[in-house]
């Protein structure tokens, strides 16, 4: 069984910054190295929409909306993944889901934590 807690989310002023962090909880044996980790976003009356996404070796990838702004990252042996967001903006305000890739068919969720950046 495997646990995602997010946390960092807070309030901000736009040309902010937070950082995000998903710190996971698996079995002993669960390799976490291996499991893509992702970080996506849902803004109210809005569909959850993908962000960025982090493979075991380090390969990161950026939807347009965050690229240059948003950096995914990941340290292993803390078994815990980061989102570091500069120069927030109002647009992304929403709840931010981190996800565990692979491990299951539809991946596994943490519960979210909330961002808002203010005008």
């Known amino acids: 069984q495997v646990q995602l807690v997010e946390s960092g989310g807070g309030l901000v002023h736009a040309g902010g910054s937070l950082k995000l962090s998903c710190v996971v909880s698996?079995?002993?044996?669960?390799?976490?190295?291996?499991?893509?980790m992702a970080w996506y976003r849902q803004a109210p009356g809005r569909e959850r929409e993908w962000v960025a996404r982090i493979f075991g070796a380090g390969s990161t990838f950026y939807s347009d909306s965050v690229k240059d702004r948003f950096t995914i990252s990941r340290v292993n042996a803390r078994e815990t993944a980061y989102l570091e967001m500069r120069n927030l903006q109002p647009d992304d305000t929403a709840v931010y889901f981190c996800?565990?890739?692979?491990?299951?068919?539809?991946?596994?969720w943490g519960q979210g934590t909330q961002v808002t950046v203010s005008s």
């Open positions: 698996a079995e002993p044996g669960t390799v976490f190295s291996i499991y893509p």
């Open positions: 996800k565990m890739e692979g491990f299951t068919e539809s991946g596994v």
